[in-house]
């Protein structure tokens, strides 16, 4: 049961969460986009992002400490492999004007066309980087 329960609450919040900054603030919820105005935000911006941020940091805290079996095990790629996976999301994110947050949540629940051809990218994206660390490379099974 929860794995399916927990999916589902996690969506929920997640859409509840992209619901209400955009109700209450006007804004969409793209953590990169959130992120990114964090490091130089404008006047009255610092405030709103970084609650959010402290959020989403605040509620991984929480779960793993509530329930950390969630996160099962971990995965060491090693520090080389980690940085070069982060520059290699932070293009991609920045390429697609968004990431998987803004363009599949956000963009998708409002039917915009380029949200639905970055999430599709992302996807397949993720499926050939997935084959590829599997059965070429040969890492994680």
């Not at 605040?58 to 971990?74: D, E, H």
Request: hydrophobic share 55%; proline share 5%; with cysteine.
């Amino acid at each position: 049961m929860n794995t399916v329960l927990l999916p589902l609450m996690g969506g929920v919040l997640i859409g509840a969460a992209a619901s209400l900054l955009l109700f209450f603030n006007g804004r969409v919820a793209g953590i990169s986009g959130i992120l990114g105005g964090l490091l130089s935000p404008a006047p009255g911006e610092a405030g709103w992002r970084g609650a959010f941020v402290l959020g989403l940091a605040g509620g991984g805290v929480l779960l793993a400490l509530a329930r950390p079996q969630s996160f099962g095990a971990p995965v060491v790629p090693g520090l080389g492999v980690a940085v070069v996976a982060g520059l290699l999301v932070g293009f991609g994110t920045r390429l697609g004007s968004g990431c998987t947050s803004g363009h599949g949540v956000c963009g998708l629940a409002r039917g915009a066309t380029r949200s639905l051809v970055a999430t599709l990218v992302f996807m397949a994206t993720g499926a050939l980087t997935v084959f590829l660390a599997r059965h070429v490379v040969g890492g994680a099974p």
